[in-house]
């Protein structure tokens, strides 16, 4: 069960916006819309930030949104903030009962 | 307010056993499908096993199959991870999560635990 493909890094300056893909196949990403992300912070537990591809939680920044085309889901991180340096994951269902997170990407805030 | 508290986790030699409990609390826990989760130190987030609400359906990664067993107690709140033969390959934090959204299948994951180490070393 291979991971879904999420670049290592990404960086960008305070109130900037980064985008981070979250590549999957037809299996996955591209059969399914129960794409969520997470952000987690050094030693502590996974945050849901992002569920069904688009949709934010309560209390969750209107500066996180989230997108999908095809194969490829997209976490977009609007006015980038200090507090957002962390590393996010996304995770997709996957045929037969499955799930598969992404490779994870490192975001810092120059 | 929904938490989840892990514990069980240790050290332990190679081929060895350990349960992993998740006490849940703030929830009708029989309503909710559960995952467990592993990060290796320095790693990314793993997907272990998942089980339905009720108990009746199970899924696991292709990594632990056959040698890990999830199941749950409705009755008490808790869920459960038995880890079986295990090996250094399976050295990692194990948290256990919610699903969204009740009587279905994990969409998301909204509520995790702190999480449990376990640790195979010889």
């Known amino acids: 069960q291979s991971a879904l493909t999420q670049p290592a890094s990404a960086s960008g300056f305070p109130e900037q916006s980064i985008s981070i893909s979250c590549t999957g196949t037809?299996?996955?990403?591209?059969?399914?819309?129960?794409v969520s992300w997470y952000q987690q912070h050094p030693g502590t537990a996974p945050k849901l930030i992002i569920y069904d591809v688009f949709s934010r939680p309560s209390g969750v920044s209107s500066r996180f949104s989230g997108s999908k085309s095809g194969n490829t889901a997209s976490l977009t991180i609007s006015g980038l903030q200090t507090e957002d340096e962390a590393d996010y994951y996304c995770l997709s269902f996957r045929t037969n009962n499955a799930y598969v997170f992404g490779t994870g990407t490192k975001v810092t805030v120059l | 307010e929904v938490q989840l508290l892990e514990s069980g986790g240790g050290l332990l030699q190679p081929g060895g056993s350990l349960r992993l409990s998740c006490a849940a609390s703030?929830?009708?826990?029989?309503?909710?499908?559960m995952i467990w989760v592993r990060q290796a130190p320095g790693k990314g987030l793993e997907w272990v096993s998942g089980i339905s609400g009720s108990g009746g359906s199970t899924y696991y990664a292709d990594s632990v199959q056959g040698r890990f067993i999830i199941s749950r107690d409705n009755s008490k709140g808790t869920l459960f991870l038995r880890l079986n033969n295990v090996s250094a390959e399976d050295t990692a934090i194990y948290y256990c999560?919610?699903?969204?959204?009740?009587?279905?299948?994990?969409?998301?994951?909204?509520?995790w635990g702190r999480g449990t180490m376990v640790a195979v070393s010889s």
């Open positions: 037809s299996s996955d990403i591209g059969a399914y819309n129960y």
């Open positions: 703030g929830l009708t826990f029989s309503n909710y499908a």
């Open positions: 999560g919610k699903g969204c959204r009740p009587n279905r299948n994990i969409d998301a994951v909204d509520v």
